[in-house]
């Protein structure tokens, strides 16, 4: 299967404990500490799914994301935010820039494992029907 996920976080436990929830699932796992450096992963590679911290010094999420939707090579690839912080004003915007999903941590094992299965599967489905309609 060898679906590609992105995690951006500027905190290494974070993406450690994210990483080890979804070990079993059978992605192939990128990670990046700053919105600078998952932009450019994100140029290098095709990931299914984006997991990307709202809070991160320089460019927090919500900017990133922005970047991504603007962009017509990224503006597909669904984008689960993380927090911290379960505010509705960043829950809102998070939906707003254009998140797919919101997941506050720390992670609930299941919560995080059946999002991500979803949203893989769903970024499949609308590739596929992209070549069908292609």
């Excluded at 996920?5 to 990046?32: H, S």
């Excluded at 017509?72 to 960043?90: A, Y």
């Excluded at 797919?100 to 979803?118: A, G, W």
């Amino acid at each position: 299967m060898n679906n590609k996920i992105l995690i951006v976080d500027d905190t290494p436990i974070n993406i450690q404990m994210a990483m080890n929830i979804l070990k079993d699932q059978g992605y192939k796992m990128f990670y990046a500490k700053s919105g600078e450096m998952a932009l450019k992963i994100i140029l290098e590679n095709n990931f299914d799914l984006i997991l990307l911290d709202i809070m991160m010094p320089e460019m927090n999420g919500f900017e990133v994301c922005n970047k991504l939707k603007n962009n017509e090579n990224t503006k597909n690839i669904p984008i689960i935010f993380l927090s911290g912080k379960d505010s509705t004003q960043d829950i809102e915007q998070a939906y707003e820039v254009g998140g797919i999903d919101y997941i506050v941590k720390p992670f609930i094992t299941i919560e995080l494992i059946t999002k991500v299965n979803s949203y893989v599967r769903l970024k499949q489905l609308e590739d596929k029907f992209e070549i069908l309609k292609g």
